[in-house]
């Protein structure tokens, strides 16, 4: 049985990468006696895995995890949220229809929060935001694996706006199209180590908009496809 599972990574879990985050996973589950279902093999693991990777440094108030287990558990979201750390706060838990696709082959956006900027850098960056918004094409360097990489970030870029002295951001994450906060944010000459940076959902793509993965649920799952 596979079940998706919702919850915040604040506090210094912010340092935390995200093998160690899985790790981490695997040590709370245990401990609340989630019986985990287990991959075959000569080394078998649980079968856990992280929707979207997040950069150290940013913290997280929607971070899914997909996990299997081997039989139904009552009162699946009480029995972890008793045994989490304190910087993990979880906020539901969803039992995935038999055939749907991995959580993270699924994601494709994710939206930011950035705060800690100041008055006369808001007011830069909302001039040069304009003129980013009404371009339709912008090539920039980014990093890749294997290095720097020319892309065209603005069809990257779904949303971005300031909301009172909140920069938001909804940006392309995923397999198919990927765009680091860091990179767009030093595009804007933002140096991200004085900010404050939150992911705070993400979502899937579907014929009539974006969707959380919880809604996807709600519309069926592997049937809403």
């Keep these: 049985m596979k079940y998706w599972l919702r919850y915040s990574k604040v506090g210094l879990l912010r340092f935390v ?3 160690d985050m899985l790790q981490a996973w695997e040590r709370i589950l245990r401990r609340a006696g989630v019986p985990l279902a287990f991959t075959q093999g000569f080394s078998p693991r649980p079968m856990l895995s ?3 990777p997040l950069p150290i440094g940013l913290t997280s108030q929607a971070e899914y995890l997909e996990l299997e287990k081997k039989h139904k558990v009552p009162d699946l979201q009480p029995l972890i949220a008793s045994v989490a750390p304190l910087d993990i706060q979880v906020s539901g838990v969803v039992a ?3 055939g749907t696709k991995s959580l993270m082959g699924l994601i494709r956006y994710a939206d930011y929060a950035v ?3 100041g008055e006369a850098e808001r ?3 909302a001039e040069l935001l304009e003129s980013f918004l009404a371009k339709k094409s912008v090539l920039r360097d980014v990093r890749r694996k294997g290095g720097l990489k020319n892309v065209d970030i603005r069809p990257l870029v779904q949303q971005a706006y300031f909301e009172d ?6 940006l392309a994450v995923g397999s198919v199209a990927n765009l ?7 595009y804007f000459d933002l140096s991200t180590s004085a900010l404050a940076i939150s992911r705070d ?3 899937l793509e579907v014929a009539s908009g974006l969707i959380t993965p919880f809604q996807y649920i709600a519309m069926g799952g592997a049937a809403g496809r």
């Design 165 to 170: 002295e909140r920069l938001r951001l909804c």
């Design 96 to 98: 995935v229809p038999e």
């Design 201 to 203: 959902e993400l979502y």
């Design 17 to 19: 990468g995200h093998l």
């Design 180 to 186: 680091r906060v860091e990179d767009l944010l030093e």
């Design 123 to 125: 007011g830069r960056v």
């Design 115 to 117: 705060e800690n900027l």
């Design 50 to 52: 992280l929707a979207m």
